[in-house]
């Protein structure tokens, strides 16, 4: 019986393109990802094009917004919908990533070494992790709601210490932080302050690298490691399952990644300082995981390029005289409610969350 009972599930789940045979799925895969990288031409297509731009910021810079964004919401993903650990200070990890690469690069850091972008990356990569242990190692025993308040007691922390401290250079900042290396055919420098498209290209290139790395950590025990944990931590704990090793993990892998959407946002920025970080940062791409489908990569990149597109997109647009940008937020909370009350499970849910949703509704009103 539960053998059927698990196929039928299984079926329902299924959706078309899981059913397709491999070739087929990777076919489409290659052409998503050639279309992503072609975005930067959407605006020359008649009809369709101007639908799609913005209007009051270069479209280029728009889709750079959106590639770290979604490369934030793909760290924040690992933490909050794989491990359901509930993290409200994930700006922090960007900062710690960002700093770290201003001060190893920039001529106004102390440190005076001004190192290309390139080489401040694994440094500032591997600081940003041991930072993730660091803050998992005595606050993960906490659970819920008191792990929210310690982690956005983080954010905060790093924040106060970059206003506060001569070696941060609080509003000051630091100015001049180099941008990637590379070369046209003519001479001239690939990544520069004129066209964001090269930063978007880059961008997309470590989404796409960062995806194969967490898609192939969810398919192997940790993954599992993670979902026993998310579900049921006690029984998971119970079965043999290194609950704080796992969920350890999850906060330096976060971490990770959200370093490198610091170290490359620092280097197209060209400029940082302390009032970049502010606590909305993380609120915003923890709402953009939650309103793209928690514990999904499609929701997760869905809901992190939303959360960018959607400000950038009401920019220089006016109805009857009014600046729709001056309401973002207002419009933004809105379609956050009409999506959570229509679906609580995010725009492109998990299917294992979708099945947990659906049997707890069957819980509350048996029929």
């Not at 750079?64 to 760290?75: D, Q």
């Not at 994930?90 to 080489?119: M, N």
């Not at 197209?268 to 709402?287: M, P, R």
Request: hydrophobic share 50%.
């Amino acid at each position: 019986m539960s053998t059927a009972k698990e196929k039928t599930n299984g079926r329902a789940v299924r959706g078309l393109f899981g059913r397709q045979p491999v070739g087929v799925r990777i076919a489409v895969m290659v052409l998503v990802a050639v279309g992503a990288y072609m975005l930067p031409y959407v605006g020359s297509i008649p009809l369709i094009g101007p639908q799609i731009v913005t209007q009051g910021i270069d479209w280029s810079s728009a889709l750079f917004n959106m590639s770290y964004y979604v490369l934030l919401a793909l760290g924040l993903n690992v933490v909050v919908g794989y491990a359901g650990l509930l993290d409200l200070g994930y700006v922090g990890f960007f900062a710690v990533g960002a700093y770290c690469t201003a001060l190893l690069t920039s001529p106004d850091s102390v440190l005076k070494t001004e190192w290309a972008w390139l080489y401040s990356i694994p440094i500032a990569l591997a600081i940003t992790m041991v930072a993730g242990v660091v803050l998992g190692w005595p606050t993960l025993r906490l659970r819920g709601d008191y792990l929210a308040i310690v982690t956005l007691g983080f954010a905060e922390i790093i924040r106060i210490v970059a206003t506060s401290t001569d070696f941060l250079r609080g509003e000051r900042g630091f100015s001049s932080i180099p941008h990637p290396p590379g070369q046209g055919t003519d001479g001239k420098p690939i990544f520069g302050v004129a066209d964001a498209t090269p930063y978007f290209w880059l961008g997309l290139t470590v989404i796409i690298l960062v995806i194969l790395g967490v898609r192939n950590l969810d398919r192997s025990r940790v993954g599992r490691s993670w979902l026993a944990i998310r579900e049921d931590e006690e029984a998971a704990e119970i079965m043999g399952v290194r609950t704080f090793k796992y969920k350890l993990w999850a906060f330096a892998i976060g971490a990770f990644i959200g370093a490198l959407g610091g170290t490359i946002w620092a280097g197209n920025q060209n400029f940082i300082n302390s009032a970049t970080f502010q606590l909305q940062f993380s609120i915003l791409v923890l709402a953009g995981v939650v309103m793209g489908g928690s514990g999904n990569i499609a929701g997760a990149i869905l809901g992190g390029a939303l959360i960018s597109y959607i400000p950038d997109r009401l920019r220089g647009i006016e109805v009857n005289g009014v600046d729709l940008y001056e309401y973002r937020f207002a419009l933004f909370g809105f379609a956050i409610i009409l999506i959570m009350v229509l679906r609580p499970q995010g725009l492109i849910p998990s299917k294992r969350r979708a099945m947990e949703l659906k049997d707890r509704e069957k819980e509350v009103a048996p029929q």
